[in-house]
């Protein structure tokens, strides 16, 4: 499974080559293609995240081996799993949209094999322990503050520390810190473009 993500990486840095996006697109034309390789961009935090969860995780599953601790089949079966949805991920990972969206629920599978290996009374497990709820919790306030910032709030100066946390029962205020309304026809604009796009190659229309 070690191998295969290597694998998996070495491909996903291959497709950052701009010549071999070139010649992929120019081998097999299409729109979603060309969405993948080109409408998007890697993330790099992401990426990173997930790396540093697997060595973590994998370090602790060999650790716990080497101590001669019993291990479950279905924990083993975990393992390879998550680092199946890991190998996607790195092979997606030129467009950080559909790598997160596709490998999104091998996340799931992290929580459990994560849980499995730290309920283990060692060290070794408390000390991961530790870093997981330090990386959720970090995780955790990342994705809110890229939440407010997707909504259009950033441009009131609305961030993670000052956001007013404007519910429904007061809509007469939400304009009050976002452009979401002026900017809405220009979004609705785009997604029907590339609705009729998707459509047009999938000969539906």
């Given amino acids: 499974m070690l191998v295969l993500v290597a694998l998996s990486a070495a491909v996903g840095l291959f497709l950052q080559i701009p010549a071999v996006r070139a010649w992929i697109l120019k081998t097999f034309p299409s729109y979603h293609l060309w969405q993948f390789l080109y409408m998007g961009e890697i993330s790099r935090f992401a990426l990173a995240e997930r790396l540093i969860s697997c060595a973590v995780l994998t370090a602790l599953w060999f650790w716990l081996r080497k101590a001669g601790e019993e291990l479950e089949q279905s924990t083993e079966l975990l393992l390879k799993a998550y680092l199946c949805g890991l190998c996607l991920y790195l092979l997606l990972m030129q467009n950080s949209y559909y790598a997160s969206r596709y490998a999104a629920v091998f996340k799931v599978l992290e929580c459990v094999l994560a849980v499995r290996l730290l309920m283990k009374e060692r060290k070794t497990a408390k000390a991961a322990a530790v870093f997981f709820f330090g990386l959720t919790l970090f995780m955790g306030l990342?994705?809110?503050n890229a939440m407010i910032r997707e909504g259009f709030?950033?441009?009131?100066?609305?961030?993670?520390?000052?956001?007013?946390?404007?519910?429904?029962?007061?809509?007469?205020?939400?304009?009050?810190?976002?452009?979401?309304?002026e900017k809405y026809p220009g979004i609705l604009e785009s997604q029907m473009e590339d609705q009729e796009l998707w459509l047009l190659e999938d000969g539906t229309e």
């Fill in 142 to 144: 990342k994705n809110m």
């Fill in 153 to 181: 709030y950033d441009s009131a100066q609305v961030n993670l520390l000052n956001f007013p946390y404007v519910s429904v029962f007061q809509q007469d205020r939400i304009n009050d810190y976002t452009a979401y309304e």
